[in-house]
Nanobody, 114 residues
Framework: QVQLVESGGGSVQTGGSLKLSCVAS????????MGWYRQAPGKERTPVSN???????QYVNSVKGRFTISRDNAKNTVYLEMNNLKLDDTATYYC????????WGRGTQVFVSS
């Protein structure tokens, strides 16, 4: 059974940094398009960034230049490094895999305060 387990969330002040991790099992992150989504309280879940098996990356405009997605194939893990965090980045962040179907993790919470 495919599992995606996120970690690395927490509370941080504006301008701070966090690095999220997503460890996958039963799939190989190198063979899937892996992505990060976020859902703020009372809002819909929206895409943040993704990385394809060809290492093509995409970012939503609001995080460009601040967030970096990466992948460690040996650890079967995808990361989202988040710098210069802003209040609007507060959300639950979900890892997703497009790999013969769409799979989701349970999320990790990020809270940014002033």
């Amino acid at each position: 059974q495919v599992q995606l387990v996120e970690s690395g969330g927490g509370s941080v002040q504006t301008g701070g940094s966090l690095k999220l991790s997503c460890v996958a099992s039963e799939i190989f992150v190198s063979e899937c398009t892996m992505g990060w989504y976020r859902q703020a309280p009372g809002k819909e879940r929206t895409p943040v960034s993704n990385i394809t098996p060809q290492d093509v990356t995409q970012y939503v405009n609001s995080v460009k230049g601040r967030f970096t997605i990466s992948r460690d194939n040996a650890k079967n893990t995808v990361y989202l490094e988040m710098n210069n965090l802003k209040l609007d980045d507060t959300a639950t962040y979900y890892c997703a895999a497009d790999c013969n179907g769409r799979f989701w993790g349970r999320g990790t919470q990020v809270f940014v305060s002033s």
